[in-house]
């Protein structure tokens, strides 16, 4: 049993509020008084190895065409803030598959925007107070999933459970009823808003990682090219398989060693269901407990110089986190594990063989920024990276501007 956490914060219903009872003037309840989402087996089908097979040629695509426009923009790109839209275009596009134009997509993502900045604020419904803004964009987002839910149910695109939104509706069926409207706009939110953050702080990273590390980024560029995957750097259109990312070992290295280092979030809420004893200290019954995870990676035995960030600590040979079952926990542990594990990984793989095969970056600024942790670890700065795209023989692609100029030259 848990009580809600930032991450929970759709779960709290009216029937559900005595959860609240440990942080009674926290205002938590602020901006998410709604009902009860679709339980976790309900979702879990979401994440299935086939959903996941089905995602990947569409998040292939999202990233590619993210790629292109960082690469095409003449300007160093705010690399936080774009991984925020990434994440939300890939939530919206290929998790719950909704066909929103562009130009509504973009004004989703700023109210999204309003909507988690406000999450936290105290229940004071003033004018211009941060809980009347986040009651408002909540409002907004609500009416905007509800158009897409309904413009979906009418066209629906036959069964072969190609987004989950699909898979939702179909397994509520299963399960119980079927699913009121009410309950999927709580329960798309709830995914959107688990996806969005973490994964955009944890592509944020990536990015700075193989910056700071341009050996582990050949590495990587390496493996790709044993495995014949960047022999004219371009990967077709619907190439990528779930069996090929899972074969790329250094990769699944790469991305293991960023979550550690930076995982993206700190730790989890639990209610004591029964007393114990940790330590020497009593535990009661009835309080609430943080588990940390960042404390526990920086100071798990198994890994040798912790602060320094060495994917290699994962492969053959090494394998620090098959030493004990909860050193190494970037999501979560027992049954309340994150349920997008295996999405966020596909995702955060993707992106990086996309990087490697068909950008070149580097950073715009003098120095690395400062990182902070909160709301989720991420630089200071944004992290201001200038991209340039590279053609099938991995050469810079020139912008027009770029290419008019060397022509004169
Ligand atoms: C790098 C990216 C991600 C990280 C680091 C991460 C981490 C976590 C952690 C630590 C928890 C458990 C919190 C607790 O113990 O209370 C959690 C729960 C959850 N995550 Fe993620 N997550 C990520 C991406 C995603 C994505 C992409 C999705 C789905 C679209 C997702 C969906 C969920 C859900 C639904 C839960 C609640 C599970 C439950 O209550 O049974 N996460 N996540």
């Given at each position: 049993e848990r009580v809600p956490h930032p991450l929970k914060l759709f779960r709290i219903s009216p029937q559900a509020i005595d959860f609240t009872a440990p942080f009674p003037d926290s205002g938590i309840r602020a901006v998410s008084d709604v009902c009860l989402p679709p339980p976790p087996q309900v979702l879990s089908k979401i994440f299935s190895h086939e959903a996941l097979q089905s995602y990947l040629p569409k998040i292939q695509l999202v990233i590619q065409d993210t790629l292109r426009a960082w690469s095409s923009n003449p300007e160093p790109i705010n690399v936080y803030y774009e991984a925020q839209q990434l994440t939300f275009r890939m939530a919206i596009r290929v998790l719950l598959g909704f066909r929103i134009p562009e130009e509504e997509l973009s004004h989703l993502f700023e109210v999204f925007q309003q909507f988690v900045e406000n999450v936290f604020s105290l229940p004071l419904d003033l004018p211009f107070s941060g809980y009347r803004k986040g009651i408002r964009a909540r409002e907004a987002l609500q009416k905007g999933l509800e158009r897409a839910i309904r413009e979906k149910l009418q066209n629906p695109q036959g069964k072969d459970y190609s987004d989950a939104l699909d898979l939702l509706i179909e397994s509520g069926k299963e399960h119980r009823k079927e699913l009121t409207m009410q309950e999927l706009k709580d329960g798309t939110l709830e995914l959107i808003f688990a996806a969005y953050a973490t994964t955009a702080s944890a592509s944020t990273s990536l990015i700075m990682q193989l910056l700071k590390h341009p050996q582990v980024l050949e590495k990587l560029r390496e493996e790709l090219r044993s495995k014949g995957m960047l022999h004219n750097g371009c990967l077709c259109e619907g190439s990528l398989q779930l069996d090929t990312l899972n074969s790329l070992h250094y990769l699944d290295c790469v991305i293991k060693e960023v979550l550690r280092l930076f995982t993206p979030i700190s730790g989890g809420y639990r209610t004591v269901l029964q007393t114990f004893e940790l330590d020497g200290f009593q535990i009661p019954k009835g309080w609430s407990v943080m588990y940390s995870i960042r404390d526990t990676h920086d100071t798990a035995p198994v890994f040798k110089d912790v602060d320094v960030f060495d994917p290699d600590r994962f492969g053959q040979g090494r394998t620090e986190d098959k030493d004990g079952r909860f050193h190494y926990l970037p999501f979560g542990g027992g049954v309340r594990t994150c349920l997008g594990k295996h999405l966020a990984k596909l995702f955060l793989k993707a992106l990086a063989i996309e990087l490697a095969s068909t950008s070149r970056f580097e950073l715009a600024t003098r120095t690395f920024s400062r990182v902070t942790l909160?709301?989720?670890?991420?630089p200071v700065d944004g992290l201001k990276v200038k991209f340039f795209g590279l053609d099938s023989n991995q050469n810079e692609i020139l912008t027009e501007t770029e290419a008019m100029l060397d022509a004169t030259v």
């Open positions: 909160v709301p989720v670890v991420h």
